[in-house]
């Protein structure tokens, strides 16, 4: 009467041991399970999709805004994402709505997309608020010069979006973006998204900081999220 016994305790020790391992992986197998693997990379390695690729989020992506996208996802990119077959033509295949995920899945995936980086370490960089007259200065850069504004939204004075819809809006970057990946993207987008379409610019040290900190100003107010 010893085996039954002593076979019920290993089958409980190896279910035991089991649970762990998937609570160990738990988030990767989410993805597959809810499908992101579809539309996003979450490896380099994987072929070209046509949704943002994801293996760089913990570069990218605040924590917080994140999470509460994956819960409540709205929409970025307002013409779809620009390797959607469709974009050219002005007809993205994705028209939405995005996948919503519950608190505990979204805090799960949040986790694993954090751990996601391609740079080994993203020195912490603060920038100091810019004054009024830099901010103007940097404005005419972002809206003239360099016509950042043909491709994405951003505030007016009056605190309205405005702008071109093909690249990704920027009105809420300050809460969405982490200042250390938009410097990063802003030296070489190349490094991230090598088929991309957003130009190359050179800029100097200092515009490269004062267009960083632009970007990162724009905030949506919270009421309106
Ligand atoms: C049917 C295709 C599809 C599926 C499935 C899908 N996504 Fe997305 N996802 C998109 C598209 C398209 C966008 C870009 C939306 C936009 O910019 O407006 C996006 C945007 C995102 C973003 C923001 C990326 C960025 O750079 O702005 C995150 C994070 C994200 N998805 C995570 C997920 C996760 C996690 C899952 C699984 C629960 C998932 N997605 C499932 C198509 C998909
Ligand atoms: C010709 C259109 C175009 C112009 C002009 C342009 N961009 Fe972009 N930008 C893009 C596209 C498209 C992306 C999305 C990356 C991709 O997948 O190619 C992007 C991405 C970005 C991102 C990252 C946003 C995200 O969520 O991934 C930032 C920040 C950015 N651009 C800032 C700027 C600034 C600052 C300028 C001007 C100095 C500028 N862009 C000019 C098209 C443009």
């Known amino acids: 009467m010893e085996t039954p016994k002593k076979i019920f305790l290993i089958g409980l020790f190896f279910l035991t041991a089991g649970g762990w391992c998937i609570g160990a992986e738990a988030s990767p197998a989410l993805v597959q399970e809810k499908q992101c693997d579809t539309c996003h990379r979450f490896s380099k390695n994987d072929a070209i999709k046509s949704a943002p690729d994801l293996f760089f989020s913990g570069d990218k992506f605040q924590k917080e805004w994140l999470e509460n996208f994956l819960k409540r996802p709205g929409t970025i990119r307002l013409a779809g994402p620009t390797r959607d077959p469709g974009f050219l033509k002005g007809k993205p295949q994705y028209t939405g709505p995005h996948p919503a995920l519950n608190s505990k899945e979204a805090r799960q995936i949040t986790d694993h997309l954090m751990s996601l980086k391609t740079l080994k370490d993203l020195a912490p960089l603060e920038l100091p608020e810019l004054s009024k007259g830099a901010r103007v200065r940097v404005k005419i850069l972002f ?29 809420d970057a300050g809460r ?50």
Request: aromatic fraction near 12%.
């Open 176 to 225: 969405r973006l982490r200042t250390e990946w938009v410097y990063q993207w802003l030296k070489n987008p190349k490094q991230f998204v090598p088929q991309g379409r957003m130009p190359l610019y050179a800029f100097d040290e200092e515009t490269l900081r004062k267009m960083t900190q632009y970007i990162m100003s724009h905030k949506k107010e919270p009421e309106n999220k």
């Open 143 to 171: 809206e003239r010069d360099y016509s950042c504004i043909a491709c994405h939204q951003s505030y007016n004075l009056a605190r309205q979006p405005r702008g071109g819809i093909s690249g990704p809006s920027l009105i």
